[in-house]
């Protein structure tokens, strides 16, 4: 089984997305879909955020002992706690781009004989979940953009399987868990480039999940309602993409500008004279 032609090509450059017309014309850059799945609230990150933050801030004050006392040193272990989530967070975003390399390698059987060990259990659960599916891997790290709706992104892999209608998405995840909806919305954005720019109906998509620490737990997930993802996605878009246009305009009316001109009014008036007397009280 193979994907058409595509009615386009999509060229990827720093995760901005443009879009090669037939007739050599480009159109873009445009927003990524995880750029536009920004604007999604997640309760779940800013307490992660918190407690890495309040973990590492414990972690030097017991670490340091008295020397932690130091003003100069506090202000020091604050501003590094501040920034831990987002050392953590690049950590994780690494060891998904290794995973996901070390995934395409075993697709294309040019999988390295010597794996480091924390990508070892990751490796042989992908291997584990290809032996019990009925998924027939067609495309591999596809950029798929939509016209329409100006947004692109990369695609872990297209598949096919009769079973499940067609052809259809398996994105591939490093993380702890699910939580909530994002990751749905995101093949949905991908689900909304793929049928446009290949002309198809996507039937499905898998979302594969690898645990990043031990015990390394992996699990294989079907979005259950693909038109449904497809809709959140394109509702968040059109919340980012909106964000780009100022919808409010300038002050009709501002404090701070009445107080500054009140203030340069005053400036410009002398104070009055005293009126000498004849009394001294």
Not at 125 to 150: C, G, N, T, Y
Not at 154 to 178: E, Q
Not at 205 to 233: C, H, M, N, W
Request: with cysteine; aromatic share 8%; charged share 25%.
């Amino acid at each position: 089984m193979k994907l058409p032609e595509p009615k386009y090509t999509v060229s990827d450059e720093n995760h901005k997305y443009s879009i090669v017309l037939p007739t050599g014309e480009t159109v873009g850059p445009f927003k990524s879909v995880t750029g536009i799945l920004q604007v999604l609230d997640k309760p779940a990150l800013v307490g992660w955020s918190a407690r890495e933050s309040a973990n590492y801030f414990k972690a030097e004050l017991l670490r340091l002992g008295r020397n932690a006392l130091d003003p100069a040193m506090l202000d020091q272990i604050a501003k590094d706690a501040a920034g831990a989530h987002r050392r953590k967070s690049k950590d994780a975003a690494d060891l998904g781009t290794r995973v996901h390399g070390l995934c395409e390698a075993i697709i294309k059987g040019e999988e390295p004989a010597d794996i480091p060990a924390e990508l070892a259990e990751p490796a042989l659960d992908f291997k584990r979940w290809r032996m019990q599916s009925d998924i027939e891997l067609v495309a591999l790290e596809l950029p798929v953009a939509s016209l329409e709706h100006r947004f692109g992104g990369r695609i872990d892999a297209v598949g096919y399987s009769a079973t499940r209608g067609g052809l259809g998405i398996v994105d591939l995840k490093t993380s702890s868990g699910f939580y909530g909806n994002e990751y749905s919305y995101q093949v949905g954005g991908y689900a909304a480039a793929l049928a446009e720019q290949y002309g198809i109906k996507v039937a499905w998509a898998e979302i594969v999940r690898f645990g990043k620490k031990p015990p390394y737990d992996s699990e294989g997930r079907p979005v259950t309602d693909l038109p449904a993802a497809i809709q959140g996605f394109l509702n968040a878009a059109a919340i980012a993409l909106s964000n780009a246009v100022p919808l409010i305009g300038e002050p009709d009316f501002c404090t701070k500008i009445i107080r500054a001109e009140e203030a340069a009014r005053a400036a410009k008036i002398p104070a009055p004279k005293s009126k000498k007397t004849a009394f001294p009280f």
